[in-house]
Each structure stands twice: as C-alpha cells, then as structure tokens.
C-alpha cells in the first residue's frame, strides 16, 4: 500500500529554516505529481508547492514563493520542502500528497487532486 512518510519538522524563530522530507513507499513514483501543503488551527488546509518527479517542474502558491524550495531525489522516491526565512504565519502541519495518475509536468497545488497523503509534520516558527 502507498505511505508517504514525512519528517523535518520541528520549531525555530522567525527568519529560520528547515528542511522537510517526504518519503513514498508502495508507490509508482516515476512521472506523478507530489506536493506540500499546509493547514493551521481552524484554517482551511492550503497549497504550498508542487514538482513533478519527472521533469523536476516545480509550482509554487504566491506566500512561498521566493522562500521555498521543492526538489527531489528519484534515486531514493523522496521530495524535500527547503523553508527559509520563515515567517510565524508559515506556521502549521504540513503534509505530503501525492498523484495516483499523471497529469503532466505542470502540478496544481491544489488539495483536492491528490490522492495519497501522508500523516503530516508540524512546523512552529515564533516571533
């Protein structure tokens, strides 16, 4: 069965980083579209970024841009969320997700077409 397996997480003061990994098992891998997303108390849960394994195309949502990085490493069916400069409203679970089809080297960071989630990895950033 799929498992995605997140890790990383942990708590750090504003301006910091963290690296975030997403480990797939079970899975095709090759050519699917994998993501992060993100969901704070009482807040709906929002896309962060998303790459497809295949080409390495990366998608990102408008308040990470320019502070994250999504990337992948095929050899070992893992995707990493680089976060740096981070902000105390970066704040929350953060979830893997993944595609059970193919949709092609431009991957919507949008919840509700992926397929596999993972049970999440809290981030805590504080002022």
């Known amino acids: 069965r799929v498992q995605l397996v997140e890790s990383g997480g942990g708590s750090v003061q504003a301006g910091g980083s963290l690296r975030l990994s997403c480990a797939a098992s079970?899975?095709?891998?090759?050519?699917?579209?994998m993501g992060w997303f993100r969901q704070a108390p009482g807040k709906e849960r929002e896309g962060v970024a998303a790459?497809?394994?295949?080409?390495?195309?990366?998608q990102y949502s408008d308040s990470v841009k320019g502070r994250f990085t999504i990337s992948r490493d095929n050899a070992k069916n893992t995707v990493y969320l680089q976060m740096n400069s981070l902000k105390p409203e970066d704040t929350a679970m953060y979830y893997c997700?993944?595609?059970?089809?193919?949709?092609?080297?431009?991957?919507?960071?949008?919840?509700?077409?992926?397929?596999?989630w993972g049970q999440g990895t809290q981030v805590t950033v504080s002022s």
């Open positions: 997700a993944a595609t059970l089809t193919t949709l092609g080297d431009s991957c919507p960071v949008l919840h509700y077409v992926y397929n596999y």
């Open positions: 079970g899975y095709t891998y090759n050519s699917k579209c």
């Open positions: 790459i497809y394994t295949g080409s390495g195309s990366t």
